[in-house]
T-cell receptor, first 111, second 118 residues
């Protein structure tokens, strides 16, 4: 399964934008790039996903490099509620079963 | 929130006993997954299902079995629980789309079951 690499931790100030990077140099042509986040004692929460084009939704934006070997999750205005572990995951397989969680990035948001 | 219910939410049991965890969904999604989460390992796939009575193994399937007799329920069974199976277990669901398949759909996770085996 294709793997991703992310920084172990990042810090941001409240109400400032946050750019969370992810490298996935071995991505295959059919893998979708997914982002999830997990708060303590909760299940992972879907944030956003994309294939080739940049994507926006109410939670975040996803910027995908032209060669698809890296991507960046953008939180436009960080809030204290955005403090979580963020996972970048490549999803593939006929049943979407290729879905490997790495250690993720622990985001701290400072007031 | 996706309609996923895991039961029980917490369980403590003894080594050698059978344990069954239940995942129930109200979304009529085709795909269902069981993961375990341990410190230092992130979430790892145990088994998954791609339809009623259609299941397959994931990365860490040894010691676990699953069954899916109807769309809404996916059961995970530990036939003879061991201390190494102490973990937090998450169920997830995902829909399929005819044009792009399961990879183009989010997975939605339940709140987890905290299982302790003494």
């Amino acid at each position: 399964d294709a793997k991703t690499t992310q920084p172990n931790s990042m810090e941001s100030n409240e109400e400032e934008p946050v750019h969370l990077p992810c490298n996935h140099s071995t991505i295959s042509g059919t893998d979708y790039i997914h982002w999830y986040r997990q708060l303590p004692s909760q299940g992972p929460e879907y944030v956003i996903h994309g294939l080739t084009s940049n994507v926006n939704n109410r939670m975040a934006s996803l910027a995908i490099a032209e060669d698809r070997k890296s991507s960046t999750l953008i939180l436009h205005r960080a809030t204290l509620r955005d403090a979580a572990v963020y996972y970048c995951i490549l999803r593939g397989g006929n049943y979407g079963q290729n879905f490997v969680f790495g250690p993720g990035t622990r985001l701290s948001v400072l007031p | 929130d996706a309609g996923i219910t895991q039961s029980p939410r917490h369980k403590v049991t003894e080594t050698g006993t059978p344990v069954t965890l239940r995942c129930h969904q109200t979304e009529n999604h085709r795909y269902m997954y069981w993961y375990r989460q341990d410190p230092g390992h992130g979430l790892r796939l145990i088994h998954y299902s791609y339809g009623v009575k259609d299941t397959d193994k994931g990365e860490v399937s040894d010691g676990y079995s699953v069954s899916r007799s109807k769309t809404e329920d996916f059961l995970l069974t530990l036939e003879s629980a061991t201390s190494s199976q102490t973990s937090v277990y998450f169920c997830a669901i995902s829909r399929n789309t005819l044009d792009s398949g399961a990879g183009n759909q989010p997975q939605h996770f339940g709140d987890g079951t905290r299982l302790s085996i003494l």
